[in-house]
């Protein structure tokens, strides 16, 4: 399997732009976590999904953050418009239906820079 | 609520010589605990996990974790590091409840670094 596959690796945009992050989970995996990191704050978990429904996007910091996952081999987390501190690593992960749905499985992230 | 409080934010060793890397752990529940590590520039990799089964757990590379529930603590050991060992581990709580997902609430991590 290849794992969980994170597109773009990076990405530089400039202040208001639009981002838009993707992931591509492990197959028959019924779970997907959108995750970042920052030296600030750690790793945090920003939504998560279930057979492709949200079902906690409390860790989502503002309306200006968005994700989808239109079917169970894909998912978008978008940013519109982008500011400076959205500028951190975001790893998408996902994992099986219970009991193993703690068991993680982690992308190798995103670095978003935004000037 | 749980949490995890990992005791150091580095951690230096010698090639060869023992790891030891300690997290302490607060939950409301039965936790699962686990240890991911992380290398530069990549994503977090599963070490270990405890889920109440055997307390001493075994991970891959040759580190192990041992559950102490009167200590509240899940400290991840290794008799002999490797260069390849460096790297930021992280101690990883949640909660087992019968119904419901609880989320995974990760340790602020620990650098290990390992010298020749």
Not at chain 1, 43 to 68: C, Q, T, W
Not at chain 2, 18 to 28: A, D, E
Request: proline content about 6%; overall charge positive; glycine content about 6%.
């Amino acid at each position: 399997d290849a794992g969980v596959i994170q597109s773009p690796r990076h990405e530089v945009t400039e202040m208001g732009q639009e981002v838009t992050l993707r992931c591509k989970p492990i197959s028959g995996h019924d779970y997907l976590f959108w995750y970042r990191q920052t030296m600030m704050r750690g790793l945090e978990l920003l939504i998560y999904f279930n057979n492709n429904v949200p079902i906690d996007d409390s860790g989502m910091p503002e309306d200006r953050f968005s994700a989808k996952m239109p079917n169970a081999s894909f998912s978008t987390l978008k940013i519109q418009p982008s500011e400076p501190r959205d500028s951190a690593v975001y790893f998408c992960a996902s994992s099986l239906r219970p009991p193993r749905r703690y068991e993680q499985y982690f992308g190798p992230g995103t670095r978003l820079t935004v000037t | 609520a749980q949490s995890v409080t990992q005791l150091d934010s580095h951690v230096s060793v010698s090639e060869g010589t023992p790891v030891l890397l300690r997290c302490n752990y607060s939950s409301s529940y039965s936790p699962s605990l686990f240890w991911y590590v992380q290398h530069p520039n990549k994503g977090l990799q599963l070490l270990l996990k405890y889920t109440s089964a055997a307390t001493l757990v075994k991970g891959i590379n040759g580190f192990e974790a041992e559950f102490k529930k009167s200590e509240t603590s899940f400290h991840l050991t290794k008799p002999s590091a490797h260069m390849s060992d460096a790297a930021e581990y992280f101690c990883v709580v949640s909660d087992r409840k019968n119904t419901g997902f609880q989320k995974l609430v990760f340790g602020t991590g620990t650098r290990l670094l390992v010298s020749p």
